[in-house]
């Protein structure tokens, strides 16, 4: 079934944005062999100016709960199947996400970013299944991270051949 990805996303209620916009001078994503390698990307979302808008910001822990830190990375991931979209043309193409590797701003003393980062784990695995969306992770805590965001991840998925 051709776009059987994006059919499961409008099962899961999720449409998805254009994909962020860089905020530097890189690219979103690049295609080596058969993986992609994402660029770092936040949980922006697109303001009535069409201005990437980040709803969640601070650290978790002081400024944020792990629940909004969840939120944030799910969005987080949204907009990594938006870039994963614009670059490979079709979700379809993807065979599995092999690794994310998060950082999640947080209060001193914070010790558990796994937590904030299930939000797009989760994501993954309920659109791919646990064989194609369950995934290697490293999950970091930062001091800070650009825009004030509370999350941030890049991936490495495997492509079909």
Known sequence: MPHATEARLKEMGIVLPRRPKPIGNYLPGVVVGNLLFTSGTLGTRPDENDND????????????????????????????????????????????????????????????????LN?????????????????????????????NAPVEADLTVELHA
């Open 119 to 147: 939000g797009a784990s989760d994501l993954f695995v309920e659109l791919w299944g646990e064989e194609s969306g369950k995934h290697a992770r490293a999950a970091l805590t930062q001091h800070e991270l650009g825009l």
């Open 53 to 116: 808008v980040l709803p969640y910001v601070g650290k978790v822990g002081s400024d944020l709960t792990i629940e909004e830190g969840y939120a944030s990375a799910r969005l987080m991931a949204i907009n990594h199947l938006a870039m994963m979209k614009a670059v490979l043309g079709d979700l379809d193409r993807v065979k599995r996400i092999v690794k994310m590797i998060g950082y999640v701003t947080c209060a001193p003393g914070f010790t558990e970013p796994h937590l904030v």
